[in-house]
């Protein structure tokens, strides 16, 4: 990836009335335009995701996130639900050979981080951020914390 391409961004749990996507995480990326593209982004209904969809000027809306990690125009998946659905969407999305971007605990625990962090490296998924600008993954994570 070239320092000129935009990292495309999918949002899981891009609730259209509340949550960390649509107070954080939509607003940090959209403020960093030059360096991350919102692509797509799923919750678990069709009407929330039509709405979010309209709302956040996000092209591509999914009522599953099976869709959203298998979408070709998604570099990156960002996991914004509660802790509980952690290990499920973010494997998913590692089973896809997405990167991952997950709220804190990364899993419910020490054993499901690690499973996380072993099924990441057994499917070889790099880092979106390798090769860009510095600091760009940092600016995201400064913007949303």
């Given amino acids: 990836m070239?320092?000129?391409?935009?990292?495309r961004v999918g949002i899981i749990g891009a609730n259209p009335d509340r949550g960390w996507?649509?107070?954080?995480?939509?607003p940090a990326l959209k403020s960093l335009a030059d360096d991350f593209e919102i692509t797509?982004?799923?919750?678990?209904?069709?009407?929330?995701?039509?709405?979010?969809?309209?709302?956040?000027?996000?092209?591509?809306?999914?009522d599953n996130h099976y869709d959203l990690v298998n979408s070709a125009a998604v570099d990156v998946v960002a996991v914004t639900v509660k802790v509980p659905y952690h290990l499920e969407l973010a494997t998913a999305a590692l089973d896809a050979g997405k990167a991952v971007?997950?709220?804190w605990p990364l899993g419910n625990g020490l054993?499901?981080?690690?499973?996380?962090?072993?099924?990441?490296e057994k499917k070889r998924v790099s880092s979106p951020w390798r090769g860009c600008?510095?600091?760009?993954?940092?600016?995201w994570l400064t913007c949303v914390t």
């Fill in 2 to 7: 070239s320092g000129a391409e935009r990292i």
């Fill in 21 to 26: 996507a649509a107070q954080a995480h939509i």
């Fill in 40 to 62: 797509a982004l799923s919750t678990s209904r069709r009407e929330s995701a039509d709405a979010a969809s309209k709302i956040f000027g996000v092209p591509l809306a999914f």
């Fill in 101 to 103: 971007y997950c709220e």
């Fill in 111 to 120: 054993i499901e981080a690690e499973t996380l962090a072993a099924l990441a």
């Fill in 133 to 139: 600008r510095p600091a760009r993954r940092r600016r």
